[in-house]
Each structure stands twice: as structure tokens, then as C-alpha cells.
């Protein structure tokens, strides 16, 4: 039976930190050595916390599915991220990114956690500047920043639109000296496909490597899952192809309890889907929104070209609706009221689905230059993948799935409620609330690799017992079992549809009824459907080859099996969760004109579902205590 | 739109390659390179047959996963932009398309269109790092960086490590690749104290994995798709130069800066 325990220090939130880290216990330099840890994800969560465990001392065992480290998913990452340096002198502080975080996340995260991620967050840039990562300078040569959705100061550092891509590269090569100095042992190809708990204790993993086909056991004193998150459920997102549930899930079926599942942000900003062979959406970086107006015509089914229709004619609907933040609403906010707006049948481009990001505005008044120089890049993009040219003509954008808040529950040591998994990154719930804000999810990954990992788990090395744990353990036989008979089943199958359609059937269906906005009865629908479509899959899938050599299909039928699975996790969530909070929008809980209504006495908490074999998952909630500050109606306008 | 795919099918590393031709109908103008491929793929496993293996993650061109030779181009006809971000409108309606995988010696190959560029990450680990510890970092702003020199510095660091400039290159050297490492980190003051070790590690790796010499043909800098200029080149010679000059003047028993990973 599961028990959650945040371990939340008590006393003063600006200590609470520092007083923590002081009372936890060390692992001597000379036992560190003999210490074994495995870090499974190498994104910027993964990489910071396998090269700073090495740089301790211990002995670490890394592992991703990509080729090399630096193709982790981080490396998509556009804007930037967060810090409250407040080098703009606007502001900013500590205490203001709690509150923005908190209140942004809907008042459905941990007071605690928000505020050391917020006091940590300078110092995750020191790090990355002496890392070397070239951030954007000012003239006199300072760190530039820029301001971000929802939110009303210039907080966020950035690498042009590669912010990403370049903390991911700093990270890696960080990982590359402690590979260099054998302190980290590399395992890019190779997958994750079990967890393996002995005597209540996660103390290893069952990988394959991805071109032999090899399934091995790997042992260790205690593992560290930083995986990413699983967008891409719904088949159609902004992530990455190979992002996927996999690791996170199979921990779950060994007992690490799943928070707030249903929490899974959809982005307003980007290009709307075109058709079905479609693979993946891009995403247009939200700093358009900083100069970008978002449009629709005010008559539904308009389809005069966009500068036809006159200013009287257009509705300017986030700046009419939201007239203190217009156009920079945050992204949940946003989404639903497009979304609105295209259910109006206001919605422009095929099928309806999009609406206008209007640049004519700043063009007149600093001419195609400056725009160009702001967003080349971007209007690049959108060019090539739509053919249109948006210095001209307004951008057609629409939502797409982005970023997942929920994950594996964990306490204030990143911990999950298996004792010796640890879980961070977009991997794990903790941060976000019920939304997250732009540009920290950069912040959190590092924030919880570089500095708050490294200290939470010599705690949990230097108190708990270990005893040693070798391959041939009765539970790594079975986990190892485990595998190759999932393997077995999906090479067995021989049927004649492909692992794709039905992912993208799942995500259509996941889209249609626990995407932007969610009702009972869509709820109940899709939780009736899913169990028959995955039986389908499991009778009519076609996976060719075999599970001893490089077999992509293989993998991807493993991944889309667990989608299936988890799908109905997240809609169970989505149906316990009787209120509107951030992303999880009620259709039965909105106010007389659509805005979301929070219930806090029934639903201050956060969801945490435990696995049952063959049956339905038991929740258990951990209240969320607001302390020092008063959640309030999250109003943006 | 319909076209006609020569595809290099290879089983693994030891076995022989050859080229299978396939047929691609009613592909929509507006698809990428790599959805045209998954449709291939999707008929080919309905059919009972082995899909094309080929490489990719993020779909828009940050990741370096993608790289197919298009046509005898990496990353096909454009500049500038990836696999993945090629897109079939590009190309005449009927053309035969013919896709090979990266090749240079470096690179082997694991099946079909994916090959092995692990030679770049060991390049990477031979010094493509500032070593500094977790935590007590200064602050950000504590070291002022000209706008100038950052902007420089983010050119260099752009590139994705893909290898396209390897498979372009008669010689499939590595040099705009180590360049493009080795004149981010010497752009910047945090890349200052190990500057001199850095370069000929780096370069003593490339030289190891197999990678040819530099015949200044600029093939590299042509498919590159992070449009990382061949200027760096220039800049990695003169770094080698200036750290041969100042290793030569130091009394011969210093220690390297990476002499814990000699
Ligand atoms: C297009 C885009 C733009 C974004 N822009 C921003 C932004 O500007 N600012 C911001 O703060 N956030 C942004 N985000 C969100 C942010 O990029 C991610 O949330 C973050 O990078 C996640 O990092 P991570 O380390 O937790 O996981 P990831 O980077 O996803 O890494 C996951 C790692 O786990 C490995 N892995 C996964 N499963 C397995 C398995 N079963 N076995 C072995 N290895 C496995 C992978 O190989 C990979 O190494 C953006 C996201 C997208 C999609
Ligand atoms: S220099 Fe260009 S072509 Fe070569 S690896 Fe880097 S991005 Fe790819
Ligand atoms: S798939 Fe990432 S660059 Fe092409």
C-alpha cells in the first residue's frame, strides 16, 4: 500500500532549503567510490545530474535511446530560461518567481518545492555561463533577457531560438569530461524496458541495447530516472518522435505511484496540423506572442484572404477577453480561447483549425528589418513547412500537446514512493501545478540535476541499507522475464496493422476527449474505448523481423503498447478531477462566460494513483497546504 | 505527387548493401522528406516487409539525428536545413529520388540508411569541455562578453553534430566539426584556461577515429545545415598553431590541462 510523504522541512519557506541540505547526512569521499548509480535520460536533467554525481565521486552507469547524449529531447527547447537574477532591475526577485510559478501553475503545486526552485534558479546560470554556453549578451556585454508568457518581467535568458540546444550541449560536455574520467560509463541505444525493485528497493534496470537487440541486467544502489515526458500519447505533439511513457510507466507497474497524469499542457503557438499522414507538429516559439496579435474574423465561416477583412471585421479575442495581459495570457489560457473561438466556427485554414498571429502591427511600425531580426528564423520555419509567407500575410497557428506537469510522484528529495527511484525533469510531477509557465522547464530539469539530486541522494545512500544485488537475483530474473515476454507477445502478433495507426487512433481519441477540454461523458467514452482498441492492438498488431538486431519497429510497438496502457490512467485522472485548475479544463466547472472554476476544498490536492494488476488504479491524494501564499481566482485579466 | 525511390538497403555492418527501388504515390506536397518515408515504411509493413531503417527524433532540424544523402547531397538539395526539414513541394512531380546513407570510414553503417557516428562523441570527450565543478560558479555577469564575440562564439556552437559535413567531404574529414567545438570554446573566456591542451586533443582524436585531412574544398561548409562557416576552419588551424607555439615555450614536464584523461 502506497503512502506519500512529502518529508516537506518544516519552519520559514526562505530556509527551509538551507536548513535541509544542513541536516541530511553525507557519504564520505572514500565510500562514494563504491557506490554505483544509474541514470536513465540524458536530457538536461539526466546530463546534469550524471556529471555532477560523477564529479562526486561516485559510479555512474548512463543510459539513453538516442545515439549520443546531446539528441535528448532537451535539445528542441526554443525560448530560454528562467532565473530571478533581476539584472533588469524590474522587479524581479526570489519571491516573485515563486509566485508567478505557484499562481500559474493554478495553485496545484508544492509551496516548497516552487520556492527552492526558485532560490536555486541564479545559480543553475553561473553554471551554465562557466559551462560556457554563449548566451545572449547586451552590447556592453551583460546577459540579455527577454519576458515570456504570463508573466510581466524580463526574466528569461536565452541562445537565440536554441536555448535548448546549447544548455544541452553544455550539459554534455560536462557529462563528457566524467566519461573521459571514468567516473560516468555511457549506454547510448539502449532502452529501458523494466524496473527492478528488491525487497522494496529500486536497485536496477532491464535495458535493451538497440542494435544487438541484447537484453540485459543492469544493478545498482540506486537509480535515477530523468526520462522526459509523454506527450506524445496523443500522437500528434510538439515533442520529439522518440520521447515516449515507456520508462515512467513500467516504474509505475512496479509501484511508483503516477501524479496528476491528466495534467498535460497544450501549447497555443503551433502550426495547425495539415493533413493525416502528419508525423509531428512544430511548435512557433512563444516569443512571437510578444509581437504578435492573435486574430479571428468576427463572422463565423469568413473566408475573405485576412487582409480583406477590415480592423471592425477582426476579433482580437485574447486582448477583448484578457485586457491586462492580452496576447501574453499563459499558454492554458490562451489554448482554450482559441479553441473557443475555432468551436464558434471562427477558425480559419483548412478545416477550421487555426487562428491568425498577426504581425502587420510591428512591421508598420519598425519596419520588415527589425521583425526580421527578432524572428527570421521563425518566419523560416514557417515558410518552409507551410509554403506561406508571414511577413505578408498573418501566421495560421493552432494548440498542439507540449509539456507534461504530471509524472511520477515525488517527495521534496525528488524521491518516488518506491525508496531508491529518484525522478527528475519533466519526468516527474513535481514543479508545475496544474500549468507551467514558459522557459521553466529548462530551469526545473537543471535545477534538479545540477543542485538539488546530488544532495538528496547521498542522504538516502548514506542512511538506507544496501545490501549487495547481483544479476541473477530472484527479482532481476523476473523483471528480465518480464521483458522478453512483452517482446515475445508483440513479435508473436503477426497481424496486419501497423503500431502507427494505432497510436494515431489513441491520440485522436485522447485529443477528442482529454485534450483541451474534457467532460464526463467524453471521459467515460474513451475510458470505454481504450481497453478494445488495445486489445485490437494486441491481436491485429504487425511488428516484422525479430527482437535480436536493430528493429525499429520493435521499439516503437513497445512504446505505443504502453500508450495504450497509460491512456486510461490519465483519463481516470482526468475524471476524478471534478474542477477547471491550469490545463485540466471541466466543461461542468466554468463560470457564466468560460472562465475555469478551481474547487479547493474538494481539489487542493494532488492525485496520486497507485498500480493494481487487472484492476483499476487507487488514488491517494496528498493535500497541498497553502501556507504563505493565498491561492486566489487565477485571473489574467 | 508520385515519385520513384532508389533506397540503399543493407541488413547490418558485415553484410553487403545494394539498391532496392520503390514506388511513392499520392504523396502530398506539403509532406516532409522523412513522412514520405514513413508512408513507404507504413505500406512496406503492411505488406510484410522490412521498413526502411533510417534515423530521426526531433523533426525540426536541432537534433543531428536525421541525415540521409539525397541524391548524392546530405540533407538533399537546399541549404541550409536538415533531412527533416525538406519538404516534397521541392521536388518535381515524377523524379526519381535516389537515398544513400552517410558514408565515410568513421562511420560504419548499422542497417539500411542508419550508420554509427559515435566517432564524433569520443572526438567530444577528448576535450570539447570546460572542466569546471557543479556549484560555485561566479556570477553570469561577472566576466563581461562583447555582444560581437558571444554572437561569434553562438555560430560556432550552433552545430548539431550530424556528420553531414563528413559525408560531404572526399577525405570525410571532421574538420568543420572539431572547428566548430574548438572555436566556441576559445571565443570564450571560460574556455581560455584549457584552450592550448583542448585543440590537439581534439585533433589527435579526429586524426584516431579515422577521420581524412582537410583538402580545402569546402564541401562541408556547402551541405552544412547550421550554415557553420569554413572561417572557423581558419580559426582551428591558428588555434593549433598558437597552442604549438605556446606549448613549445613551456618547460617541457608541464602537465597537460587534460592530463587526467591522457
Ligand atoms: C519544441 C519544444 C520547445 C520547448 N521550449 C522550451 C523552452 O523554451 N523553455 C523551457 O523551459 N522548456 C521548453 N520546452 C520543454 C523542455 O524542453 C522539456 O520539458 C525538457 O527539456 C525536458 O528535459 P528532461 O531532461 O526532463 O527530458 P528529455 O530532454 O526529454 O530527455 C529524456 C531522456 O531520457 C531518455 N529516455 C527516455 N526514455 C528512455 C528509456 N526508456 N530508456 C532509456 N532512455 C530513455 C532519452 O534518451 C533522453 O536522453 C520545450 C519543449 C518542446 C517540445
Ligand atoms: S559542422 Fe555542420 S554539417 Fe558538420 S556536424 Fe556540425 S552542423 Fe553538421
Ligand atoms: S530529426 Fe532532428 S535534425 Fe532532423
Redesign the interface.
Known amino acids: 500500500m502506497t503512502k506519500l510523504d512529502s518529508k516537506i522541512p518544516s519552519g520559514p519557506l526562505e530556509s527551509k532549503w538551507d536548513r535541509h541540505r544542513f541536516s541530511e547526512k553525507l557519504v564520505s569521499p572514500h565510500n562514494k567510490r563504491k557506490l554505483t548509480v544509474i541514470v536513465v535520460g540524458t536530457g538536461l536533467a539526466g546530463a546534469?545530474a550524471a556529471?555532477?554525481l560523477g564529479?562526486l565521486g561516485y559510479q555512474v552507469e548512463c543510459f539513453c535511446f538516442?545515439?549520443?547524449?546531446?539528441?535528448a529531447?532537451s535539445?528542441?527547447a526554443q525560448g530560454g530560461i528562467n532565473a530571478a537574477?533581476n539584472?533588469q532591475d524590474d522587479g524581479d526577485s526570489v519571491g516573485r518567481l515563486f509566485y508567478d510559478t505557484i499562481k500559474g501553475g493554478d495553485f496545484r503545486s508544492r509551496e516548497a518545492n516552487v520556492y527552492r526552485l526558485a532560490q536555486i534558479s541564479?545559480?543553475i546560470?553561473?553554471?551554465?555561463?562557466?559551462?560556457?554556453i554563449?548566451?545572449?549578451?547586451?552590447?556592453?556585454?551583460?546577459?540579455a533577457n527577454r519576458s515570456f508568457g504570463g508573466v510581466q518581467v524580463s526574466r528569461t535568458f536565452y541562445?537565440?531560438g536554441?536555448t535548448?540546444?546549447?544548455l544541452l550541449?553544455g550539459a554534455?560536455?560536462?557529462l563528457?569530461?566524467q566519461?573521459?574520467?571514468g567516473q560516468v560509463t555511457m549506454r547510448?541505444r539502449t532502452e529501458m524496458l523494466d524496473l527492478i525493485v528488491v525487497d522494496g528497493q529500486a536497485r536496477g534496470i532491464v535495458v535493451r541495447d538497440l542494435?544487438t537487440g541484447r537484453i540485459s541486467i543492469h544493478t545498482a544502489h540506486v537509480v535515477v530516472l530523468a526520462t522526459g515526458g509523454y506527450s506524445n500519447v496523443y500522437y500528434l505533439s510538439t515533442n520529439?518522435?522518440?520521447s515516449n511513457v515507456t520508462a515512467t510507466y513500467r516504474a509505475w507497474k512496479q509501484g511508483a505511484a503516477f501524479a496528476n497524469p491528466c495534467f498535460t499542457q497544450i501549447h497555443p503557438t503551433a502550426i495547425p496540423p495539415?493533413?493525416a499522414?502528419?508525423?509531428?507538429l512544430?511548435?512557433m516559439s512563444e516569443s512571437l506572442r510578444n509581437d504578435g496579435r492573435l486574430w479571428v474574423p468576427k463572422m463565423p465561416g469568413d473566408t475573405r484572404a485576412p487582409r480583406e477583412i477590415s480592423e471592425g471585421e477582426r476579433d482580437y479575442f485574447l486582448e477583448r477577453r484578457y485586457p491586462r495581459f492580452g496576447n501574453l495570457a499563459p499558454r492554458d489560457i490562451a489554448s482554450r480561447a482559441v479553441k473557443a473561438v475555432c468551436d464558434e466556427g471562427r477558425g480559419v485554414g483548412p478545416n477550421g483549425h487555426g487562428v491568425y498571429l498577426d504581425f502587420a502591427g510591428v512591421v508598420e511600425q519598425h519596419g520588415l528589418d527589425v521583425v526580421s531580426e527578432r524572428y527570421g528564423n521563425l518566419f523560416e520555419?514557417y515558410h518552409?513547412?507551410?509554403?506561406e509567407d508571414a511577413y505578408h500575410a498573418p501566421m495560421r497557428i493552432y494548440p498542439a500537446p507540449h509539456y507534461t506537469m504530471g509524472g511520477l510522484w515525488v517527495d521534496y528529495n525528488l524521491m518516488s514512493t518506491i525508496p531508491g527511484l529518484f525522478v527528475i525533469g519533466e519526468a516527474n510531477f513535481a514543479d508545475h501545478g496544474a500549468n507551467r509557465l514558459g522557459a521553466s522547464s529548462l530551469m526545473q530539469g537543471l535545477g534538479d540535476g545540477?543542485?538539488i539530486l546530488?544532495y538528496t541522494i547521498g542522504h538516502y545512500l548514506a542512511t538506507a541499507k544496501l545490501p549487495p544485488v547481483t544479476e541473477d537475483h530472484t527479482e532481476a530474473r523476473k523483471a528480465h522475464h518480464r521483458v522478453l515476454n512483452r517482446m515475445a507477445r508483440l513479435l508473436a502478433a503477426k497481424g496486419?496493422?501497423?503500431a502507427?495507426?494505432f497510436h494515431r487512433e489513441l491520440g485522436s481519441l485522447l485529443w477528442n476527449y482529454c485534450g483541451m477540454s474534457r467532460t464526463k461523458i467524453g471521459l467515460k467514452l474513451a475510458l470505454s474505448s481504450i481497453p478494445t482498441l488495445r486489445e485490437d492492438f494486441w491481436r491485429d498488431v504487425?511488428v516484422?523481423?525479430t527482437g535480436d538486431?536493430?528493429n525499429?519497429?520493435l521499439e516503437y510497438a513497445g512504446r505505443v503498447a504502453d500508450y495504450l496502457e497509460f491512456a486510461e490512467l490519465l483519463c481516470h485522472d482526468a475524471w476524478h478531477r471534478q474542477e477547471s485548475c491550469g490545463a485540466h479544463f471541466r466543461e461542468e466547472y466554468q463560470t457564466g462566460d468560460g472562465e475555469p472554476t478551481r474547487d479547493d476544498t474538494r481539489f487542493a490536492h494532488v492525485a496520486a494513483w497507485e498500480y493494481r494488476e487487472g484492476a483499476s488504479p487507487i488514488l491517494h491524494k496528498e493535500p497541498l497546504a497553502f501556507e504563505f501564499v493565498q491561492p486566489t481566482t487565477r485571473s489574467y485579466q | 505527387m508520385n515519385f520513384t525511390l532508389r533506397i540503399w538497403r543493407q541488413k547490418?555492418a558485415n553484410e553487403g548493401g545494394r539498391f532496392v527501388t520503390y514506388e511513392a504515390h499520392d504523396v502530398?506536397?506539403?509532406?516532409?522528406f522523412?513522412?514520405m518515408l514513413?508512408?513507404v515504411n507504413?505500406k512496406l509493413?503492411?505488406n510484410?516487409?522490412?521498413?526502411v531503417?533510417f534515423?530521426?527524433?526531433?523533426?525540426?532540424?536541432?537534433?543531428?539525428?536525421c541525415s540521409l544523402v539525397i541524391d548524392g547531397i546530405p540533407h538533399g538539395p537546399d541549404h541550409g536545413?536538415t533531412t527533416c526539414?525538406l519538404?516534397m513541394?521541392r521536388f518535381p512531380d515524377g523524379a526519381t529520388i535516389t537515398i544513400e546513407p552517410w558514408r565515410a570510414k568513421a562511420f560504419p553503417i548499422?542497417?539500411d540508411l542508419?550508420v554509427?557516428?559515435?566517432a564524433?562523441?569520443r572526438v567530444?570527450?577528448?576535450g570539447?569541455?570546460?572542466?569546471?565543478?557543479?556549484?560555485g560558479?561566479?556570477?553570469?555577469?561577472a566576466?563581461?562578453?562583447?555582444?560581437d564575440q558571444?554572437?561569434t562564439?553562438?555560430d560556432a556552437?550552433?552545430c548539431?553534430?550530424c556528420g553531414a559535413c563528413v559525408a560531404a567531404c572526399k577525405n570525410a574529414s571532421a574538420m568543420l566539426f572539431v572547428a566548430a567545438k574548438v572555436s566556441?570554446?576559445a571565443l570564450?573566456p571560460?574556455?581560455k584556461p584549457e584552450r592550448t591542451g583542448r585543440v590537439g586533443a581534439m585533433i589527435e582524436a579526429m586524426d584516431r577515429e579515422g577521420f581524412g585531412s582537410c583538402g580545402n574544398q569546402y564541401e562541408c561548409e556547402a551541405v552544412c545545415p547550421k550554415r557553420i562557416s569554413v572561417r572557423f576552419i581558419a580559426t582551428l588551424n591558428r588555434e593549433y598553431l598558437r597552442a604549438g607555439i605556446v606549448e613549445s615555450a613551456l618547460p617541457s614536464d608541464s602537465e597537460s590541462p587534460?592530463a587526467?584523461?591522457v
Not at chain 1, 554563449?134 to 546577459?143: C, D, V
Not at chain 2, 502530398?28 to 516532409?32: D, Q, R, V, W
Not at chain 2, 534515423?55 to 539525428?65: K, L, P, Q, T, V
Request: charged share 20%.
Open positions: 546534469s556529471s555532477t564529479q538516442q545515439d549520443s547524449p546531446r539528441r529531447h535539445i528542441a537574477k539584472y541564479g545559480q546560470i553561473d553554471q551554465c555561463v562557466a559551462l560556457g554563449p548566451f545572449a549578451r547586451e552590447y556592453g556585454g551583460q546577459l541562445c537565440r536554441q535548448g540546444q546549447q550541449l554534455y560536455s560536462a563528457c569530461w566519461i573521459e574520467r547510448p542494435v520529439a518522435s522518440g495539415s493533413d499522414y502528419q508525423a509531428k512544430t511548435l520555419m518552409r513547412i507551410t509554403g545540477y543542485f546530488p496486419r496493422r501497423t502507427a495507426s504487425v516484422p523481423g538486431c536493430f525499429q519497429e | 547490418g502530398n506536397p506539403g509532406m516532409s522523412l513522412e514513413d508512408g507504413q509493413l503492411v510484410g516487409e522490412e521498413p531503417a534515423e530521426h527524433d526531433c523533426r525540426e532540424g536541432i537534433c543531428g539525428s536545413i526539414q519538404y513541394r548499422i542497417k542508419v554509427d557516428r559515435s564524433l562523441d567530444m570527450r577528448a570539447g569541455y570546460i572542466s569546471v565543478n557543479t556549484g560558479a561566479v556570477d553570469g555577469n566576466l563581461l562578453i562583447g555582444k558571444a554572437e562564439a553562438m556552437a550552433s548539431i553534430g566556441h570554446l570564450l571560460q574556455g587534460h587526467e584523461s
